[in-house]
């Protein structure tokens, strides 16, 4: 029987993605076919990067050419990053394709921590990813990635991002003296965001990761009202003090009509360094719960672990000093699961639709 590449386009086209729960969008520009007798190489487009394999994919891809009578020899995929919808009335950032907020609700939870790791994780896969520290009071990411120093300004009105482990950030830390506090009222700390986040020149971003602040306060409501976010992740411990603050922050976001992309469970138990044992001081199960309440994803779960607070402290988070350990790939599943959720969201148009412009006759 003789097959063209309408009829494999048709099949592959009807398979489940695994971790966008989407079918495959491939068509005759984006999914490359080599056909040698009943043997087939495929290429398909993916819009996250994918660092556990595509085992379960193909699975899936075999499944479906075999009812063609095609035998799968290889499948890779290339990654092709899309720029997603954000809240009604904003348009992305010309230079970065999503933003997304990484928030707590409540402070002392490993926000800061998370959101790290999660974007050093997303750039090991490959992604081109930034982090702008949004917490205005007490910037923590100039000691999470080792930086020192001031941005530079090649134009005298905007700023070069800092780079550490290749990872583009910047943070009012970075502009102020490390012992000096911001003592800023609201409008103050709402304008060094804003000028934080459009005069930094970030350099063509697929993910631009927001460590927020703790609360529902004045940065908290800027971002979630005036920057356009592509989604929000929530940090939380399983404590019930934790999960109360934390249901807050969601449903803000959820107010604004930003995506709430699934949400993480920081410090789940306790690991001893002596011997091994495990033990759930802060409760258990209270993210997965939290998620399945909201019906929203679960992202997993992160050990409570002194190396992961040494790590971090030292500028040199556990995704980079220990990138083959558990908690990496803790790190890495949370990344990737957060990168398919933002693949499975409604692409952005705002460039493709016309502007009308009224004229008086």
């Known amino acids: 029987m003789s097959l063209n590449p309408e009829q494999i386009l048709g099949a592959l086209s009807e398979v489940m993605d695994p971790h966008t729960k989407k079918k495959l969008a491939v068509t005759a520009k984006n999914c490359e076919i080599q056909l040698n007798g009943a043997d087939i190489d495929i290429t398909v487009p993916l819009g996250y990067p994918s660092h556990n394999g595509l085992t379960e994919l193909k ?14 020899k290889s499948l890779d995929a290339k990654t092709a990053i899309q720029t997603h919808a954000v ?19 409540k402070g002392g939870v490993g926000k800061s921590t998370t959101a790290v790791n999660i974007a050093l994780a997303l750039l090991n896969q490959g992604a081109r990813v930034g982090l702008l520290d949004a917490d205005i009071y007490g910037p923590s990411v100039p000691i999470m990635l080792g930086l020192s120093g001031k941005p530079k300004s090649l134009d005298g009105k905007t700023m070069e ?12 830390g970075f502009l102020i003296e490390e012992d000096s506090p911001a003592i800023w ?15 930094t020149n970030w350099n ?69 360094t002596h011997c091994g044992h495990a033990e759930p001081i802060f409760g258990e199960n209270g993210g997965r719960n939290m998620a399945a309440e909201f019906n929203l994803p679960w992202l997993g779960a992160l050990p409570l672990q002194l190396n992961i607070r040494t790590q971090t402290d030292s500028g040199n988070p556990t995704v980079v000093a220990d990138p ?38």
């Open 59 to 72: 699975k899936r891809i075999e499944t479906a050419l075999a009812a063609l009578g095609l035998n799968l």
């Open 87 to 105: 809240q009604p009335g904003l348009r992305p950032l010309p230079n970065v394709r999503n933003i997304i907020a990484v928030a707590s609700g």
């Open 161 to 172: 991002p800092l780079v550490g482990h290749g990872l583009q950030a910047n943070s009012i």
């Open 185 to 199: 009222r609201g409008p103050m700390v709402t304008q060094a965001l804003t000028q934080l986040l459009n005069q």
């Open 204 to 272: 063509d971003l697929d993910y631009l990761i927001v460590d927020m602040p703790p609360g529902t306060g004045d940065i908290a409501l800027t971002m979630a009202q005036k920057v356009p976010l592509t989604g929000a992740v929530i940090v939380t411990t399983p404590q019930d003090l934790a999960l109360a603050d934390a249901r807050k922050g969601l449903r803000m976001f959820q107010k604004v009509n930003v995506p709430v992309l699934g949400v993480v469970e920081n410090m789940s138990v306790h690991i001893c």
């Open 324 to 361: 083959k350990g558990e908690a990496a790939k803790a790190y890495n599943d949370i990344a990737q699961g957060i990168a398919a959720n933002v693949a499975a969201l409604p692409r952005d148009m705002s460039g493709k639709m016309p502007t009308v412009v009224a004229r008086k006759t």
